[in-house]
C-alpha cells in the first residue's frame, strides 16, 4: 500500500526556520509531480510548492523567496525548507504526490495521493 509519511511540523519562533520532509512508503512504478500544500484556519487548502520529477519548482505567491523544495528521486522524498517563517505561515502542511502504482499507468500520470498532514505553528 502506498502511503506519504511526513515529519518535520513543530513550533518555532517568527524569523526561525523549519524542514518539513515527505517520503513515499509501498511498491510503485515511479514518482511524477511532488508538492506541498498547507490549511490554514478559515482558509482553503493552498498550494505552498510544487516540483516536478525533473526538478522544475513553483511556488506559491505568499512564501516565494522564503521557502525552497527540493527532492530526491532515488528516495522518493520531497522536503520543504521554510526560512524567515512568520505567524501567517500557521498551518497543517500535507504533502501531495502522483504516483503511478500500475503498470497500466501512463508515464506521465498516475494517483493522487495525500500525507495525513503535519502541524507547523509560528509564534510572534
Known amino acids: 500500500q502506498v502511503q506519504l509519511v511526513e515529519s518535520g511540523g513543530g513550533l518555532v519562533q517568527a524569523g526561525g526556520s523549519l524542514r518539513l520532509s515527505c517520503a513515499v512508503s509501498g511498491n510503485n512504478f515511479g514518482v511524477n509531480a511532488m508538492g506541498w500544500y498547507r490549511q490554514r484556519p478559515e482558509i482553503s487548502r493552498e498550494l505552498v510548492a510544487v516540483?516536478?520529477?525533473?526538478?522544475?519548482?513553483t511556488y506559491g505567491d505568499s512564501v516565494k523567496g522564503r521557502f525552497t523544495i527540493s527532492r530526491d528521486n532515488a528516495k522518493n522524498t520531497v522536503y520543504l525548507q521554510m526560512n524567515n517563517l512568520n505567524v501567517d505561515d500557521t498551518a497543517v502542511y500535507y504533502c501531495?504526490?502522483?504516483?503511478?502504482?500500475?503498470?497500466?499507468?501512463?508515464?506521465?500520470?498516475?494517483?493522487?495521493?495525500w500525507g495525513q498532514g503535519t502541524r507547523v505553528t509560528v509564534s510572534s
Open positions: 501531495n504526490a502522483d504516483i503511478r502504482t500500475s503498470p497500466a499507468h501512463p508515464w506521465y500520470r498516475g494517483e493522487d495521493y
Open positions: 516540483i516536478t520529477r525533473g526538478g522544475v519548482a
